[in-house]
């Protein structure tokens, strides 16, 4: 009976050691939370709406055909210049013979169009002459008439002939002028039917040359559409390169949080895909002059009386480390926890660090494709033009 008494001191005692116990977690949680803050959450802003983000080079077929050999699978590393698809070339080289048959046949009509300069030249001199014969023939009929050895009509006739021929004569200096207009004043090889001629062979040569389809920048590859036996056309989507070693985060800040974030200030980024423990080191490199929804496919209308006030988010490129890159690779999409130091006073709000000096932004590969065209050409010009000597004539 006694082990049953009830002792309100102890109880009261007790009561307040268990609330001084939580008092005091409390009070030293929110001082550690309240340090925490001050120390080290004080001067970041975060977010976990930020992606990897990196070029993704779309590979197009730049010419029609059938696919013959597919060089790159998934997943491989291609350097640039690399050959990824070959293409029969069936259509181009059709194409490209014709384009050289039609620049032979070109220069050959601007050479018969000058030797029919020389033959007008000729018909000219001879109708000249037969005007001058006839007109001797009129002076003397004109004397014989007064006679009467000659008759009116043999005078009349002369006459009439005369004027004929001074026509005709007429006409072929007038087609004379019509020819000269065409050929006249540059040679034939630089003649503008000629050289509008030599485009076509050159388009077509480059068209066959893109049978081989390259990759214009080192890479990996992704997103292989083609295979063996597809007709394509030019522009049809073959695959993706990915150059994995220039990739940058896209961080969607809200609006509410962009006030202190400006270019030049230190970012760390955790990747999702590799813990808490792994940070990436970056740095602030320009705002995107817009919101996401600015850049939607279908902007929101705000002017519409359903209005609902939503926090936007603004877009903030960060650049990553490149050491930090290469230690531990990431791929375009990983999702990240981004946060910047605010502390840090940065660059003028509207400038950018982002840099298009990398291979991303520029190819050469496509630079040496009409090589051997020109001499391709002057050979069908030599081909099909006349002798030496009357070549010089004309020109």
């Known amino acids: 009976m006694g082990n049953n008494i009830i002792r309100p001191k102890e109880i009261m005692r007790a009561r307040s050691r268990r609330l001084k116990t939580v008092t005091l977690i409390v009070l030293l949680a929110s001082v550690a939370y309240f340090g925490y803050y001050w120390y080290a959450s004080r001067n970041w802003v975060s977010t976990d709406d930020a992606f990897v983000t990196g070029h993704l080079v779309t590979l197009k077929a730049q010419t029609e055909g059938t696919v013959v050999e597919i060089l790159a699978e998934n997943t491989q590393a291609v350097k640039k210049g690399d050959v990824l698809v070959r293409l029969d070339g069936n ?7 014709q384009a050289q048959a039609e620049l032979g046949e070109t220069v050959r009509d601007i050479i018969t169009l000058t030797a029919k300069i020389d033959t007008l030249s000729q018909r000219i001199i001879a109708r000249q002459a037969s005007l001058n014969q006839v007109r001797h023939d009129l002076k003397r009929f004109i004397a014989a008439a007064q006679d009467g050895a000659v008759s009116d009509q043999q005078v009349q006739n002369a006459q009439d002939k005369i004027r004929e021929l001074e026509a005709a004569i007429q006409e072929a200096r007038a087609e004379k002028a019509g020819v000269e207009a065409q050929v006249e004043g540059v040679p034939v090889e630089r003649h503008p039917a000629v050289e509008k001629a ?21 890479g990996y590859v992704a997103k292989r559409r083609v295979q063996v036996g597809d007709n394509v056309k030019a522009g049809a989507v073959l695959l993706a390169i990915v150059p994995l070693d220039d990739l940058w985060i896209e961080a969607n800040f809200l609006e509410t949080q962009i006030a202190g974030i400006r270019p030049g200030q230190p970012a760390e980024i955790r990747v999702d895909a590799y813990g808490k423990d792994l940070v990436y080191h970056g740095r602030v490199e320009g705002l995107n002059p817009g919101t996401g929804s600015t850049f939607a496919l279908l902007p929101t209308d705000n002017a519409t009386g359903n209005f ?21 690779p990431l791929q375009p999409g990983l999702s990240t926890l981004t946060r910047v130091n605010i502390s840090e006073t940065g660059e003028p709000l509207l400038t950018s660090s982002a840099s298009t000096a990398g291979d991303a932004y520029r190819t050469s590969i496509y630079d040496n494709e009409l090589d051997g065209v020109e001499s391709l050409i002057e050979r069908i010009i030599e081909e099909n033009s006349v002798p030496g000597s009357q070549i010089k004539a004309l020109q």
Do not use: M
């Open 91 to 97: 259509i181009a080289q059709i194409a490209l013979q």
């Open 198 to 218: 030599k485009s076509h062979v050159r388009r077509a040569f480059l068209d066959y040359h893109r049978r081989n389809v390259v990759a214009p920048a080192s």
């Open 308 to 328: 609902i006030h939503i926090a936007e988010r603004l877009p903030v490129r960060i650049g990553l480390d490149p050491k930090d890159l290469k230690e531990n």
